[in-house]
């Protein structure tokens, strides 16, 4: 039989859900390609994922938040990823939702909510694990604002680029991404 070829795509939680329950083919993996096997899903505690990662033979256990990744900001040889078969049919993920989801790590990013001083409410706050607004949970967060920001600079961007002719765009999304690597 012949092995099919992986292509390694960053950890989504759905997908990992569907790959552990045996619903589509594939695997969980670490950055540095050792397995992962998910045992438990909603942990109370910050990092909501544990894993037991293979180490030559043992396993030792990790936990990770939603997006698998160890560290808020940089990469990590454990950081959790999932692959699936080159020829898996998979759901394009729509505008809103990756709009979504870089408004979520933004949040992240500039409040630090899984970082040294995170506060208590992850699991409330809807920029985390919650469906509650940032200002329910803690008076002196002020993410809700900043994700106006965030909506308004998306929008205006979006705006900006479908107001120039596309090859014009192409090249300025081109030129963005180069200067941000």
């Known amino acids: 039989m012949k092995s099919k070829r992986l292509k390694r795509l960053p950890f989504n939680i759905e997908l990992a859900k569907k790959i552990t329950d045996g619903e589509i083919e594939g695997q969980i993996t ?3 390609g050792r397995s992962a096997r ?3 899903w909603n942990a109370k505690n910050d990092n909501s994922i544990i894993a037991l990662i293979n180490d030559d ?3 030792c256990i990790e936990s990770y938040p939603s997006d698998g ?3 808020l900001q940089g990469e990590s ?3 959790l990823f999932v692959e699936i078969p080159d020829d898996c049919p998979r ?3 729509s505008k809103i939702e990756t709009k979504e989801e870089m408004l979520r790590k933004a949040v992240h990013n500039e409040y630090l909510c899984y970082g040294k001083y995170a506060c208590g409410e992850r699991a409330y706050c809807r920029f985390c694990d919650g469906t509650n607004s940032a200002n329910d949970c803690v008076d002196s967060c002020f993410a809700e604002e900043f994700s106006l920001g965030f909506m308004a600079g998306w929008d205006a961007c979006l705006k900006h680029l479908g107001d120039i002719p596309w090859d014009k765009a192409i ?3 081109v030129e963005s991404v180069k200067g941000n690597k």
């Open 77 to 79: 040889n454990i950081d």
């Open 171 to 173: 090249d300025e999304i």
């Open 57 to 59: 033979g043992t396993e």
């Open 38 to 40: 998910i045992i438990c």
């Open 30 to 32: 670490t950055r540095d």
């Open 69 to 71: 990744l160890i560290f």
């Open 91 to 93: 759901k394009k993920s």
